[in-house]
């Protein structure tokens, strides 16, 4: 039996009627940008979140470029970010004219923590922006203690908690979200948020993501025009109320993994500390990755490496590449994801896990 990389066909199947009737209602009203249902899913991700102001924009890079402008990054400020993430978490730094300073992970639970955020410190440093990679969520409180705002990359982890229940998007000065196709919470094309707690800081983001407007009118900053579509957001508003039950989906998941032994052939993803993840991906670690990844794919079992050449290394970041990070080369080495949806069943952990047991790995 195959077992795909991600399912994203099956939660939605049982949704499609209502999908097909939200779209012909946003069609019939015939208002597409910024009107009732960006504001109503801002509003109902808000509640969920416990984040007090949410804003839609186009996707989750804008969202880091607005995100860091709100707060203030410019040309010259250095911003604290991990090398093993998604180009866009340095891309969107570079892109303002600020500098990427990369710091380290822990390869146990791929995220940065106090002490490699604080080893990446300098005077310039204007925010840390944490990437709760793979739904796992990075030790915020312990590392906004340092006395730096951050900002938390939370594209992957819509729906994890950690240990007295706050989520993941409402823990630091401001966070952003994803929500391309594959996401925990998936649009029918592109689409991101930001969401925090400060209002300055929303009113500023309400602006730009508007041309620095908020009448069209004047414009009092140099802007973008980065808007959540009123259709992403009123498909996006019919798939909300199941988050929560998909992403206890993600967690049986994993534990069908453990429960069938994955542990006992491969390092297993931690959970930092006392969280909760709502597994985006689920990311083993194996020395002999190569050869795990081929017999995975001739058992028909889906499998990717993500980040196999780190950020610090990638062409475009070479102005900031002079760093040793040992936990970053080593996740990058053996790292690689198995299937994982919120429908996973313990059959197909079990096929999955077979093909890791038998894979030829001496
Ligand atoms: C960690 C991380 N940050 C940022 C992004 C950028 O999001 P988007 O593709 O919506 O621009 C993604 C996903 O694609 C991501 O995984």
């Not at 969920?48 to 402008?69: I, M, W």
């Not at 730009?208 to 508003?237: C, I, P, T, W, Y």
């Not at 795990?292 to 499998?303: F, M, P, V």
């Amino acid at each position: 039996m195959a077992v795909p990389l991600f399912d994203t066909r099956t939660p939605l199947a049982a949704l499609r009627a209502d999908l097909n009737a939200k779209a012909a209602e946003v069609l019939d009203a015939g208002r597409y940008i910024l009107g009732p249902e960006v504001s109503a899913f801002e509003r109902e991700l808000s509640a969920q979140l416990g984040a007090p102001h949410v804003l839609g924009v186009a996707n989750g890079t804008d969202a880091l470029v607005l995100a860091l402008r709100a707060m203030g990054v410019g040309p010259g400020d250095d911003v604290v970010v991990p090398s093993f993430t998604f180009y866009a978490s340095a891309e969107a730094i570079a892109l303002i004219g600020a500098n990427p300073v990369f710091c380290d992970i822990d390869p146990a639970h791929y995220c940065v923590t106090a002490e490699t955020v604080r080893a990446a410190l300098t005077a310039n440093t204007k925010v840390v922006m944490v990437v709760h990679l793979f739904g796992n969520v990075a030790p915020v409180d312990e590392i906004a203690a340092l006395g730096v705002p951050v900002l938390e990359d939370a594209a992957q982890a819509l729906g994890s908690r950690i240990a007295d229940g706050r989520r993941a998007g409402a823990l630091g000065a401001a966070a952003t979200f994803s929500f391309f196709p594959s996401k925990n919470l998936g649009a029918f094309g592109d689409g991101g948020a930001v969401a925090t707690a400060d209002a300055g800081l929303a009113e500023t983001l309400a602006m730009l993501r508007f041309h620095g407007s908020r009448d069209k009118v004047s414009f009092e900053l140099v802007g973008h025009n980065s808007r959540l579509d009123e259709l992403q957001a009123a498909l996006l508003r019919i798939q909300l109320p199941h988050l929560d039950a998909w992403c206890d989906g993600r967690r049986a998941a994993a534990a069908h993994y453990e429960a069938a032994g994955l542990g006992e052939l491969v390092g297993l993803p931690q959970p930092v500390d006392g969280c909760e993840p709502a597994w985006h991906l689920y990311v083993i670690r194996h020395p002999r990755r190569e050869a795990l990844a081929a017999a995975l794919g001739a058992a028909g079992i889906g499998n990717k490496r993500y980040y196999a050449t780190p950020l610090h290394r990638q062409t475009a970041m070479r102005p900031w590449s002079d760093v040793e990070l040992p936990g970053t080369e080593e996740a990058a080495r053996t790292h690689l994801a198995i299937p994982m949806s919120p429908v996973l069943t313990r059959e197909q952990a079990d096929e999955v896990v077979a093909a890791v047991r038998d894979a030829d790995l001496d």
